[in-house]
């Protein structure tokens, strides 16, 4: 399969790229300053809003790694993840997105959020509020084939790599343990995971530590 990596310098992308790599794929990375990145065929000098359908042409999988931080970047959330679908509508190329916890839902009836609880820290409420407004207007595009893929509450850049997680749904999973957790590095393997099955086109999921 060829696959790109969009933001791919960031430790989440990087973890996709060499995850992908490790099982035979032929990775682009798209970066916006030069970066070497450990595993990719190709590497791209390109910010993610001068991207065009024609980087795109030829792969088989698009993965959205952006993130942004600050109060005057939050909005490109939505406004980047506009972009790459409008780049894809109405092609096969599918877009998978490293996605944010704080919008999967804590109860059945799909009303409360994460970020809705009483101990969700206010530090990262905007954040959450960016990324859940993204994910909502990604929801409403029929035109692209699209997986947003949520990590658990606790996503760990050091982690080790088990190769091993749960696959959840729209609400927050716990695993045996109670817990909320989950590695870069075994985030990295359903992401890729999902790009080889494709089982959840149109879909957002949710993975956790086994």
């Known amino acids: 399969m060829k696959i790109a990596v969009v933001a791919a310098a960031g430790k989440a992308g990087r973890k996709i790229v060499r995850e992908a790599a490790d099982r035979g794929m032929d990775v682009t990375a ?3 300053t030069a970066s070497e990145i450990d595993g990719a065929h190709t590497t791209v000098v390109r ?3 001068d991207l065009t359908a024609e980087d795109f ?3 088989d999988a698009v993965v959205d790694t952006f993130g942004a931080w600050t109060p005057e970047t939050l909005p490109q959330h ?3 993840l506009a972009h790459l679908c409008d780049i894809l509508s109405g092609t096969d190329v599918r ?3 490293v996605g944010g916890a704080g919008s999967l839902y804590v109860n059945a009836e799909h009303t409360i959020c994460v970020s809705d609880t009483p101990d969700f820290p206010d530090a990262f409420k905007p954040l959450a509020a960016a990324m859940a407004k993204a994910l909502g207007e990604l929801r409403a595009r029929k035109d692209v084939q699209w997986t947003y893929i949520s990590p658990a509450g606790d996503f760990q ?4 790599r088990s190769g091993k997680y749960i696959l959840g749904g729209e609400e927050l ?3 045996e343990r109670g817990e909320s957790i989950i590695s870069y590095a075994d985030y990295a393997v359903a992401m890729v995971d999902e790009i080889e099955s494709g089982n959840h086109i149109g879909q957002r999921i949710s993975v956790v530590r086994a």
């Open 30 to 32: 798209f970066v916006r």
């Open 47 to 49: 910010d993610i809003f």
């Open 57 to 59: 042409a030829g792969f």
């Open 78 to 80: 939505s406004t980047s």
């Open 95 to 97: 877009l998978l997105v």
């Open 157 to 160: 850049a050091d982690g080790e």
């Open 173 to 175: 999973t716990l695993n």
